[in-house]
């Protein structure tokens, strides 16, 4: 088979993978009606009578919303720092920070999380579940 | 080559890449844009393929790449992840290094529209893809945050399925630059320097100029 067969079929390999990928995250998409801490299910408004409403300041300028580490707390999670945090995003896309992380961020009511010392890529939006996990 | 003539011409490309990033990458984030794969399809495949092809030189993307990622990663002007961003441009950088590394740089061998087309797609779903991944992996461990490996799996469809924008206009851009390198474009010798590092230094300017004015 010649080196140009080769790269051809190579190519379309690619956008098979690309295309076989976005039909399986179509198919998997999330609803963001209501958000899941440690098993339980709460509405925005719900979290925001929960948790303390803060300000905090980010390089994206001050975001307002719910504390997590308050919203944790109020969540009856006992020992906080003994958990590892997953923070799950409608996208698929997921971070998992510790307790020190967390308890310096807000999750906001569109829903997404800040953390005023983090880089963007922990700042996941449209939060649908945290996950509570033992370290 | 010339090794000067060679780092004049990795610093002025790179700092235009890393400019464009910086500038027309944020806006473009700003609108809602898919900022990530029409930067790494359109200018970053555009900027690194031409001083490729115009340059014959193995090892210049890869350095293209660092100076492009210092640019962003020193841009604190612009909302946005410069760790993520100034990573995943040094990333496709070091990938479109590897990928041409085993292409040959004579033209004549690339004229088939369908070997322009192909190697558009695979450079640029590469350069995408493998960006993606080394900034999830990166950026935490920069941060001393810490990196889980399941926060990866998770989201890899989704980075594959991300990687079609960028693999469908590589096919397209990779034949537009291969087509302008027709055009006899020569810089006397006199003016190559000047320019390189006129460019570069405007380049520079406006990226880090704009931290002493914030």
């Known amino acids: 088979m010649g080196k140009e067969k080769i790269i051809s079929i190579f190519a379309i390999l690619l956008l098979l993978v690309g295309t076989s990928s976005a039909v399986y995250v179509e198919v998997n998409k999330i609803s ?13 408004e719900e979290l925001f009578n929960l948790g303390e409403i803060i300000t905090i300041d980010t390089d994206e300028g001050e975001k307002i919303g719910v504390s997590i580490e308050s919203m944790i707390i109020k969540s009856n999670i006992g020992c906080p720092p003994c958990f590892i945090y997953i923070i799950k995003g409608a996208d698929g896309f997921q971070q998992t920070v510790e307790w020190e992380i967390m308890k310096t961020g807000i999750l906001t ?17 449209g939060v649908y579940e945290i996950e509570v996990k033992q370290q | 080559m010339n090794k000067f003539r060679l780092l004049a011409g990795i610093l002025a490309f790179g700092s235009l890449w890393g400019t ?15 900022s990530g794969s029409i930067m790494t399809c359109f200018f970053a495949m555009s900027f ?3 001083s490729r092809l115009y340059f014959k030189q193995a090892g210049m993307q890869l350095g293209m790449g660092v100076v492009a990622g210092s640019l962003k990663l020193f841009n604190p002007f612009v909302a946005g992840c410069h760790l993520c961003s100034g990573i995943a441009i040094m990333v496709e950088g070091a990938v479109f290094e590897a990928i041409w590394f085993f292409i040959s740089r004579d033209l004549k061998e690339l004229k088939s529209i369908n070997i322009q087309v192909s190697l558009g797609i695979i450079s640029a779903y590469f350069m995408f893809i493998v960006g993606n991944i080394v900034t999830q992996i990166l950026t935490p461990v920069v941060q001393g945050i810490g990196f889980y490996l399941n926060d990866l799996i998770v989201f890899l469809p989704r980075i594959l399925a991300r990687g079609i924008l ?26 190559y320097y000047p320019t390189a590092l ?6 520079w300017f406006i990226v880090i100029g704009n931290w002493f004015l914030a």
Do not use: M
Request: glycine share 6%.
């Open chain 1, 32 to 44: 963001t009606a209501s958000i899941k801490i440690n098993g339980q299910e709460y509405s925005i």
């Open chain 1, 109 to 125: 009511d569109y829903p997404r999380v800040y953390f005023p010392d983090t880089a963007h890529k922990f700042w996941v939006k």
């Open chain 2, 166 to 191: 960028p693999a469908l206009i590589g096919a397209v851009i990779v034949p537009i630059i291969i087509l302008s390198l027709k055009i006899d474009i020569k810089l006397k010798d006199k003016l």
């Open chain 2, 48 to 50: 690194l393929l031409f």
């Open chain 2, 20 to 34: 464009t990033e910086s500038y027309i990458g944020s806006a473009l984030d700003n609108a809602g844009l898919p």
């Open chain 2, 198 to 203: 006129g460019i570069s230094l405007i380049c």
